[in-house]
């Protein structure tokens, strides 16, 4: 695998697009909430809709291992755009 068929936000695992979006949608909670919590801390805002959206990034939120300033970060976006997040 290439650099360039890694996304960005992945430097250190070798990981494509089609992996990547296999793991969002596929049953492994472990791996999707992983590589969620990934792509809302490295990912470029721009970028983080291009893999997820508002209704997984609710549900998900609570079960996802970030730093306390992205979570209140992102908790804070979400309710300001009308989301609650289930604690």
Same mark, same amino acid.
């Not at 793991?23 to 792509?39: M, V, Y």
């Given at each position: 695998?290439? $650099? !360039?068929d890694? #996304?960005?936000?992945? *430097?250190?695992? $070798?990981?494509? &697009? %089609?992996?990547?979006?296999?793991?969002? !949608?596929? !049953?492994? &909670?472990?791996?999707?909430? *992983?590589?969620?919590?990934?792509?809302? %801390?490295?990912?470029?805002?721009?970028?983080? *809709?291009?893999?997820? $959206?508002? &209704?997984?990034? %609710?549900? &998900?939120?609570?079960?996802?291992?970030?730093?306390?300033?992205? $979570?209140?970060? *992102? %908790?804070?976006?979400?309710?300001?755009?009308?989301?609650?997040?289930? #604690?």
């Open positions: 695998m290439t $650099n !360039s890694r #996304p960005y936000f992945l *430097w250190d695992y $070798n990981l494509n &697009e %089609t992996q990547v979006r296999q793991i969002l !949608s596929g !049953s492994n &909670e472990t791996d999707r909430r *992983w590589l969620l919590a990934r792509i809302l %801390t490295s990912a470029a805002y721009k970028d983080v *809709w291009t893999y997820t $959206n508002l &209704e997984q990034i %609710t549900s &998900e939120l609570p079960h996802l291992k970030l730093r306390p300033y992205i $979570n209140s970060a *992102w %908790t804070r976006a979400l309710h300001a755009w009308g989301y609650h997040v289930q #604690p």
